[in-house]
């Protein structure tokens, strides 16, 4: 999850869950099981690459080794998500897109998303954990180009400075401490993300799973602590307050300044890392009361729409087939800056750069936002939660309230 995403549920309501998506079509090409034709479109949600990236290549090259031509669109994943789905209701969707996770449940619930088996896709050496986000009643609906997730860098001349070890760092005790004595010294503490967004949900959920947190009972006890934590930070001063307009951009724009401690940040910060100018490390967020807190797993799934002109199908999996092949893969996430999906590729990826090492054991015990049978509850649950991570540490209400408020309006909506 390295995107600006929010839920568009309503989006599918307001199509009437898009009944008529397996009538679909895309404009141009091959009759049912006849051969394809014209260029193939290709939507994903990475505006930042223009025609001349090595991804906007990555994907012209699986075009043409594919014998076509592929016309690639980037665009925010939310605007990407709502015109997924009008572009189904249309009979315009795209031949294969990529989507960031929790939004594949929507999709599949819209009924405009194949099966991966049934395009001969294979899944079966993907781990459990990053499949399971786009998996329902057993059934993937695409396959993982990769995966990326949260952990702590560290400047390790701030903490040089303040006498912090931070293999000394084993809970939330011991990492609270270690702000104290950075603030002490005359540095800053921690920055994140924690704007009203799903990157708000995103970077708030290892703390909220790090203290025992159910999003089935956000109110509970675990949720009350975590939430309590990060408003405990802002009121010492260890954490900035503008955390509540903070994208994950901005937070590591922050942290690269050199005068934070911590910032927490996903994989693909790793090459600002090393451009930024001071020695720095990665470690796991710990949990409330020791151990490495469970984190998200973040990415996204190339997928391939239902269109009514089935001999798309053929040209369509061959680009996924491109771009997520055991021996793609490599080519693909090195591009991308993200985690392999098979045990063989990250074992790969280790060996050319050590420094991934952490972010593989990282990835490995991810959780899966939508896992746990919450599919499409989880963007309606995440909104809540958002909302309640900016009302604590606004003031508005106390993180007790806050989370109260949250459970009962997502419970009003299951």
């Not at 193939?40 to 031509?69: E, H, L």
């Not at 490495?292 to 680009?319: D, H, L, M, N, W």
Request: glycine residues 12%; hydrophobic residues 40%.
């Amino acid at each position: 999850m390295r995107h600006l995403y929010r839920p568009f549920v309503a989006a599918v309501l307001a199509t009437g869950a898009l009944t008529s998506a397996a009538a679909c079509s895309s404009s141009d090409g091959g009759g049912s099981g006849g051969s394809a034709s014209g260029a193939y479109t290709f939507w994903d949600p990475y505006p930042q690459f223009d025609a001349s990236s090595d991804w906007a290549k990555r994907v012209a090259n699986c075009g043409a080794s594919a014998g076509v031509t592929v016309k690639r669109t980037g665009m925010d994943t939310t605007d990407l998500g709502n015109k997924a789905l009008l572009a189904a209701q249309q009979g315009n969707a795209p031949d294969v897109m990529l989507v960031d996770n929790p939004v594949v449940s929507t999709l599949v619930q819209a009924g405009i998303l194949n099966k991966a088996r049934d395009l001969g896709l294979d899944t079966s050496t993907i781990q459990p954990n990053i499949i399971g986000a786009g998996t329902l009643d057993g059934a993937a609906y695409g396959v993982p180009i990769g995966a990326n997730t949260l952990a702590l860098y560290y400047n390790g001349k701030v903490l040089k400075a303040a006498g912090v070890d931070p293999a000394g760092i084993k809970d939330w005790a011991t990492l609270t401490s270690a702000l104290q004595k950075v603030k002490a010294a005359g540095k800053k503490g921690i920055t994140f993300s924690a704007i009203g967004t799903e990157e708000g949900s995103f970077q708030f959920l290892p703390w909220f799973w790090g203290a025992g947190g159910d999003l089935t009972k956000m109110n509970d006890p675990g949720g009350v602590a975590a939430l309590s934590l990060w408003k405990d930070w802002l009121a010492q001063g260890l954490a900035p307050k503008d955390v509540l307009q903070n994208t994950q951009t901005t937070s590591w724009q922050e942290f690269a300044t050199g005068k934070y401690a911590f910032g927490e940040n996903g994989t693909w910060q790793l090459a600002n890392a090393a451009k930024a100018g001071f020695p720095y490390g990665v470690i796991n967020i710990p949990g409330q009361h020791g151990g490495s807190a469970p984190v998200p797993t973040g990415g996204e799934f190339v997928t391939v729409p239902v269109q009514r002109k089935t001999g798309r199908y053929a040209v369509s999996t061959k680009i996924v087939n491109c771009l997520i092949s055991p021996t793609s893969l490599l080519a693909t996430d090195t591009t991308l800056s993200y985690i392999a999906p098979l045990a063989a590729v990250q074992k790969e990826q280790v060996e050319r750069d050590a420094t991934l090492k952490p972010w593989v054991s990282a990835v490995a015990a991810a959780r899966g936002r939508t896992s746990n049978g919450l599919g499409t509850k989880y963007p309606v649950i995440s909104q809540q939660l958002w909302t309640a991570v900016q009302s604590a540490l606004s003031g508005g209400k106390s993180p007790q309230g806050a989370l109260d408020t949250a459970q009962q309006a997502a419970a009003s909506h299951s």
